[in-house]
């Protein structure tokens, strides 16, 4: 499957931004998805995820409340509403995918073999 992501930029604290994952080669759904993020300095790190049988997700307690991540079939592409920003929501977003993902490894960026291109989100006023 190959992943490509859309949708960062630059948006005021307390704003609002929707990054689109799309997919192609492959049904989208047969895989789990994951949003990840890498801040400079800083190690890659989850953000949401949505397992590829249940659909259940999954959040970092660091945006539970506020991310939103989900799946549109028709369109093969997953999404990741993001509310209520922060600048320590700063950071290049990534979008991933493995068909082969359990419970246990759904937060481990490695365990993932697919990834999108990063896309920039910048939070500041």
């Known amino acids: 499957v190959q992943l490509q992501a859309f949708g960062g930029g630059l948006v005021q604290p307390g704003g609002f931004l929707s990054l689109s994952c799309a997919a192609s080669g492959r049904t989208i759904s047969s895989y789990t998805t994951a949003w990840f993020r890498q801040a400079p300095g800083k190690e890659r790190e989850f953000v949401a995820g949505?397992?590829?049988?249940?659909?259940?997700?999954v959040y970092a307690d660091s945006v539970k409340g506020r991310f939103s991540i989900s799946r549109d079939n028709a369109e093969n592409t997953v999404y990741l509403q993001m509310n209520s920003l922060k600048p320590e929501d700063t950071a290049v977003y990534y979008c991933?995918?493995?068909?082969?993902?359990?419970?246990?490894?759904?937060?481990?960026?490695?365990?993932?073999?697919?990834w999108g291109q990063g896309t920039q989100v910048t939070v500041s006023s």
């Open positions: 949505m397992k590829r049988s249940s659909g259940t997700t």
């Open positions: 991933a995918a493995d068909p082969r993902i359990i419970t246990s490894t759904i937060r481990s960026h490695p365990a993932y073999d697919y």
